[in-house]
Nanobody, 124 residues
Framework: VQLQASGGGLVHAGASLSLSCAASGRTGSSFLLGWFRQPPGKEREFVALVSWPWGNTAYADSVKGRFTISRDNGKNMMYLRMNGLKPEDTAVYYC??????????????????WGQGTQVTVSS
């Protein structure tokens, strides 16, 4: 499985930004794609996920109501719309693939494949 994340950038607080993740290769028909992020000097943390084929979603409490995850089922694409960005959202954002979808896992250790990351910087 190959994952390609894109869409990061530098924005001011309160702005919006959208990230994309393209999954290719042997993704399977039942899997999760998730967004994780690693703020500077901190550990990686879960952001949001979406499942295939049913489209179930989950969010970290810190982004609920501000971020929206979506997908293009036919293209194995995942998106993250980020509204109301805050300086604490500054991080490298990674997309990741989990081979199963029965459990909506928020633990990075349960994800098998990772993209290269895209930088999101929010200035105050």
């Amino acid at each position: 499985v190959q994952l390609q994340a894109s869409g990061g950038g530098l924005v001011h607080a309160g702005a919006s930004l959208s990230l994309s993740c393209a999954a290719s290769g042997r993704t399977g028909s039942s899997f999760l794609l998730g967004w994780f992020r690693q703020p500077p000097g901190k550990e990686r943390e879960f952001v949001a996920l979406v499942s295939w084929p049913w489209g179930n979603t989950a969010y970290a409490d810190s982004v609920k109501g501000r971020f929206t995850i979506s997908r293009d089922n036919g293209k194995n694409m995942m998106y993250l719309r980020m509204n109301g960005l805050k300086p604490e959202d500054t991080a490298v954002y990674y997309c990741a693939h989990n081979r199963q979808s029965k459990i909506l896992s928020t633990q990075g250790a349960n994800y098998n494949y990772w993209g290269q990351g895209t930088q999101v910087t929010v200035s105050s």
